[in-house]
């Protein structure tokens, strides 16, 4: 098994019936970030929960009685843990939502949140959820834009084919090598932002289409460090200025600028991992750049900080 892949195992029965509810939460937060929990029946709580993870990635499994997993505008704030969540229901209905907007995700439809919002999360007793991380460079801009969580079925293609990847890493968990979690984490991630994009039409400009070619596939190739805007424009055939202008077109940042950010994202998360235990210069490299001198400014230019005061703040970190 590849180092740095693992699977946890939760399960309530295995402590005393008086730390349980302490047990989950904390195990939640762990998963999720910074949580308030609600639970239905304290005293009679009980539940399972199965976790992968491995760069940057992490796919949780739990059945348990029913819980409100909350988060406040506070909480939202304050927490570095921003990515996207998508849920997952395998039993009864459960209801998401960004404040006052509150949706239900019926079995077998993905619902998706803005980690980065007050959100609520609220999971019927017995119901068995996938809950998936999703990387921010995974998520088109201005997909929460009516700060309104999304709901996708899998009549649509895509969403389908994320679905079937998810039961792929479940249905092999603690099987998996590390490379081979990734990389279907990653596969599932294209496919997710693949159904978050508004489909094409006549209409929509061919601009537009190239810089959602291009977003993805810097996505998959940025900890690649021969990566460049040329061999980006190469791979898409069309040539740099081309490239640059379809960016623009959408909002995006130009593609040297979009290959470095996405670099210091990939590094950004495995700095703030509890487990992971790489050093700074091994995550730089394994994230694409070819020089540390390039890291420390492009990470302090995206982040505000440099990546010896986050690897810090996780250390010191409850």
Same mark, same amino acid.
Request: net charge neutral; hydrophobic share 35%; glycine share 6%.
């Given at each position: ?248 077109? $959408? ?58 005061? $986050? ?8």
């Amino acid at each position: 098994m590849d180092t740095g892949y693992e699977t946890v195992e939760v399960d309530t029965s295995l402590v005393p019936a008086s730390d349980r509810i302490d047990y989950w939460a904390v195990h939640s937060r762990m998963n999720q970030g910074d949580l308030r929990l609600g639970f239905a029946s304290p005293q009679q709580f009980a539940g399972t929960m199965r976790v992968q993870r491995c760069g940057g990635f992490q796919l949780v499994e739990a059945t348990s009685g029913a819980v409100d997993y909350i988060r406040t505008s506070r909480q939202a704030r304050c927490d570095e843990y921003r990515t996207a969540l998508f849920i997952v229901s395998h039993g009864s209905d459960i209801v998401i939502g960004h404040g006052e907007n509150e949706i239900q995700v019926s079995r077998g439809r993905v619902g998706l949140l803005d980690m980065g919002r007050r959100l609520r999360v609220s999971i019927p007793a017995e119901t068995h959820v996938w809950a998936v991380s999703v990387p921010e460079e995974y998520v088109p801009k201005g997909t929460f834009r009516d700060n309104a969580p999304l709901l996708l079925g899998p009549e649509c293609g895509s969403t389908a084919a994320v679905l079937a990847l998810s039961r792929t890493i479940s249905d092999h968990a603690g099987r998996l090598s590390g490379h081979e979690f990734t990389e279907i984490s990653a596969r599932t991630m294209e496919l997710l932002n693949l159904a978050l994009h508004k489909p094409s039409t006549p209409e929509r400009s061919q601009s537009a289409v190239l810089a959602d070619a291009a977003r993805i596939y810097i996505a998959e190739r940025c900890s690649d460090p021969r990566l460049t805007p040329d061999s980006a424009a190469e791979y898409l055939g069309c040539s740099r200025r081309k490239l640059e202008y379809s960016l623009r077109s $959408v909002g995006a940042s130009p593609p040297a600028r979009l290959i470095a950010d996405t670099r210091a994202e990939r590094a950004y998360r495995r700095l703030t991992d509890p487990y992971e235990s790489a050093s700074i210069s091994e995550i730089a490299y394994a994230s694409g750049f070819d020089a540390l001198s390039t890291f420390h400014r492009t990470f302090d230019r995206r982040f505000g900080i440099s990546p010896t005061e $986050v690897r810090r703040q996780r250390r010191y970190a409850p």
